[in-house]
């Protein structure tokens, strides 16, 4: 049981280039979410998935995009990298349950030049 | 003002200390507190989990939450130099999918 699995764990883009994070859980949850972690912001939800076949803007979605795969797949595309989205990137799901616990990814580390 | 706020320290403390760390928030309709807990270039992981107010224990580890004062509480008892982390509080509330999260407290405790 991995639980909640991201790729890469490190990336340098140059501006301008597109790449896709993958995310993966194999918690059979419904839920997953994307977020990124910047010094002094704290964690900042970019997207969610509240299910399969369902995406929505979380609180910084401008510059990404998502797609949710499957139940067990999410992943997070850059499109046109650009140095503000420099950044931690973590994928998270939850069970949706009672207590609706997030559970959280090890992150990838992108650096935009 | 911020939904949730967190002094981001750096907390210094010697082992064996109480270590309290605190969030305030402004929301009122949260009604879900939680506490992650996040090594260095790791992903936050779930330490503890309370719904609306009172107090909760686990081990070394209470949390408090005030909802009269929009005030969350985390204190560690007897601390570890394996408590060196740094400790975010998140909330959300009813129905709602959204956590909304501190910047995170850094904790170092030292031997």
């Known amino acids: 049981n991995a639980g909640v699995t991201q790729t890469p764990k490190f990336q340098v883009l140059k501006t301008g280039q597109s790449m896709t994070l993958q995310c993966a859980q194999d918690m059979n949850h419904n839920s997953m979410y994307w977020y990124r972690q910047d010094p002094g912001m704290g964690l900042r939800l970019i997207y969610y998935?509240?299910?399969?076949?369902?995406?929505d803007k979380g609180e910084v979605p401008n510059g990404y995009n998502v797609s949710r795969l499957n139940k067990r797949e999410f992943s997070l595309r850059l499109e046109s990298a650009a140095p503000s989205q420099t950044s931690v990137y973590f994928c998270?799901?939850?069970?949706?349950?009672?207590?609706?616990?997030?559970?959280f990814g090890p992150g990838t580390r992108l650096t935009v030049l | 003002q911020k939904e949730v706020e967190q002094d981001p320290g750096p907390l210094s403390v010697p082992e064996g200390a109480i270590v309290s760390l605190n969030c305030t928030y402004s929301?009122?309709?949260?009604?879900?507190f939680m506490w992650y807990r996040q090594y260095s270039r790791k992903g936050p992981e779930l330490l503890m989990y309370t719904y609306s107010s009172g107090n909760k224990e686990d081990g070394r580890f209470t949390a408090q939450v005030d909802k009269s004062s929009k005030y969350i509480s985390l204190f560690i008892r007897d601390s570890q130099p394996s408590d060196s982390a740094t400790y975010l509080c998140?909330?959300?509330?009813?129905?709602?999918?959204?956590?909304?999260f501190g910047k995170g407290t850094k904790l170092s405790v030292i031997p």
């Open positions: 998935s509240a299910s399969e076949g369902t995406t």
């Open positions: 998140a909330m959300r509330g009813s129905g709602s999918y959204q956590l909304t």
């Open positions: 998270a799901s939850s069970d949706r349950g009672a207590t609706d616990t997030q559970y």
């Open positions: 929301n009122s309709a949260f009604q879900y």
